[in-house]
């Protein structure tokens, strides 16, 4: 780990405990990419994973956290926020306003508006990305909505069985 790396996780701590969330950074080998490999490698269900997205729209950027047994629906973010145009930040933007790569984006992102989709609030803790690879973040739902002011409301669809 390098030291901005080193430097993002002793921050996301810091604000963490300051604000009195019931969390916990857990290192592992390797990076957790996707919801599935968090629910394979025994975090827990598919539906305690919670992948952050940042999309790209007229109103800036936002984080989107969802289930890992769930996918966006643009329309319905559309709907909810009053958007025209909402899609998927490039790897490029991503790293531009999270500092981290894709598959490692943190749950909790300060200058970013935070949306939680409501099939989240079904559960007590999430496991998800902290900025960093190698390390994943295990939080409670209510923690992490008041930590972020997310905002919270429906806006995936169950993944189709393939």
């Not at 559309?78 to 790569?101: D, F, I, M």
């Not at 300060?110 to 989709?117: E, G, H, K």
């Not at 690879?133 to 169950?158: C, G, M, N, W, Y």
């Amino acid at each position: 780990m390098n030291q901005s790396e080193q430097d993002r996780l002793e921050q996301l701590k810091y604000s963490l405990e300051a604000a009195r969330v019931d969390f916990k950074i857990l290192a592992h080998d390797g990076t957790v990419k996707s919801a599935e490999e968090g629910a394979v490698r025994g975090f827990g269900d598919l539906k305690v994973m919670a992948p952050t997205f940042i999309l790209r729209s007229e109103m800036g950027y936002l984080a989107a956290i969802i289930s890992g047994e769930t996918r966006l629906s643009y329309k319905k973010i559309k709907k909810e926020l009053g958007l025209k145009n909402v899609s998927l930040a490039t790897p490029e933007q991503v790293e531009q306003v999270t500092e981290a790569r894709i598959g490692t984006v943190a749950l909790v992102n300060p200058a970013l508006r935070t949306i939680v989709d409501s099939r989240l609030m079904k559960m007590d803790i999430v496991y998800g990305g902290c900025g960093v690879p190698d390390h994943s973040l295990r939080v409670k739902v209510d923690d992490l909505i008041r930590v972020t002011q997310a905002q919270v409301f429906d806006f995936t669809e169950l993944k189709l069985a393939s």
